[in-house]
């Protein structure tokens, strides 16, 4: 994964646990958008990903997130995910619960045309750290 440029959004980026991650806290106009977690990966062990999470819900459905993912998949190598936490954005988290398959929600339909290719929808409990449903998209 390369650098993201984020200056389009007000951005605090903070080292994460590891050297290879970064925490980043991302705004519009100084109203929080949402949140970032970055892992650049350590081949040939472990791969990139991304993981957007906390996002406000007046800001789904607009140009900044399109904007967003766009910024994500340029910076991602082939094999890379991206997971995006769902539990905020009403119309997709009604319409997995109604059984439509991931990649024909708003959310799957807004990440495949932004270049990824959705794989599923997961949650797993890991003791607080795993965050919300979400989907999981790879670059292909």
């Given amino acids: 994964m390369r650098e993201v440029d984020f200056s389009p959004f007000g951005a605090k980026i903070a080292r994460g646990r590891f050297p290879e991650e970064l925490n980043v ?3 519009i106009g100084g109203e929080r ?7 650049k990966g350590r081949p040939p062990h472990y791969g990139a990903w991304a993981e957007v999470f906390h996002i406000n ?4 459905g607009t140009q900044w997130e399109e904007r967003l993912y766009r910024l994500l998949s340029d910076a991602m190598d082939p094999g ?3 997971y ?3 539990v905020d954005d009403a119309e997709t988290y009604k319409a997995l619960y ?14 495949a ?3 990824f290719r959705v794989v599923k929808d997961w949650y797993f ?12 998209a790879e670059k292909p």
Avoid at 33 to 39: G, L, M, N, S
Avoid at 98 to 111: A, D, H, I, M
Avoid at 125 to 136: A, I, N, R, S, V
Wanted: net charge positive; glycine share 12%.
């Fill in 80 to 82: 890379d995910v991206l």
């Fill in 57 to 60: 819900p007046s800001f789904i």
């Fill in 25 to 27: 806290e991302l705004s």
């Fill in 33 to 39: 958008f949402c949140r970032v977690k970055i892992f």
């Fill in 84 to 86: 995006v936490e769902y």
């Fill in 113 to 115: 045309k932004c270049g």
């Fill in 125 to 136: 409990p890991e003791g607080w750290l795993e965050g919300g449903p979400k989907l999981q």
């Fill in 98 to 111: 109604r059984g439509v398959p991931p990649q024909e929600t708003r959310l799957g339909k807004l990440l």
